[in-house]
Nanobody
C-alpha cells in the first residue's frame, strides 16, 4: 500500500513559479513510477508529467514541456513538480499518482496508476 499527500500548491501570478510536492508513505514507494495529473474546472483530468522509479526517465505533456520539471528523492519518499513560467491555463487541481506502467507510452495513462493523492490547488492569475 502507498499513500500519497500533495502539498505546495497556491496562488501565483502569471510568469511565476510553484513547486508542489508529493509525499508518500510505504516502503515500496521507490519501486513505483509517479505521475502528475491535473483537472481544471469543467474539464477532464489530463496528464502533466511522470518519472520512472529510478528517476532516470521523465515524460512530459507537450503543454508543459520546457516549463515544468519532475524529480524525485527516494530517500525522502517525495516527488516534486517544479513549475516555472506559469500561465493562467495551468490553473487546476494537481494530483500525484503512483503505479507501475508497463512502458514509456503508458506513463501518461491514468489507469496505469494504482494510488492517488487528494490533490492540491494551483491557481495562476493573469
Amino acid at each position: 500500500q502507498v499513500q500519497l499527500v500533495e502539498s505546495g500548491g497556491g496562488l501565483v501570478q502569471a510568469g511565476g513559479s510553484l513547486r508542489p510536492s508529493c509525499a508518500a508513505s510505504g516502503r515500496a514507494f521507490s519501486t513505483y513510477a509517479v505521475g502528475w495529473f491535473r483537472q481544471a474546472p469543467g474539464k477532464e483530468r489530463e496528464f502533466v508529467a511522470a518519472i520512472s522509479w529510478s528517476g532516470g526517465i521523465t515524460y512530459y505533456a507537450d503543454s508543459v514541456k520546457g516549463r515544468f520539471t519532475i524529480s524525485r528523492n527516494n530517500a525522502k519518499n517525495t516527488v516534486y513538480l517544479q513549475m516555472d513560467s506559469l500561465k493562467p491555463e495551468d490553473t487546476a487541481v494537481y494530483y500525484c499518482a503512483a503505479g507501475r506502467p508497463a512502458g514509456l507510452g503508458d506513463l501518461k495513462v491514468e489507469s496505469e496508476y494504482d494510488y492517488w493523492g487528494q490533490g492540491t490547488q494551483v491557481t495562476v492569475s493573469s
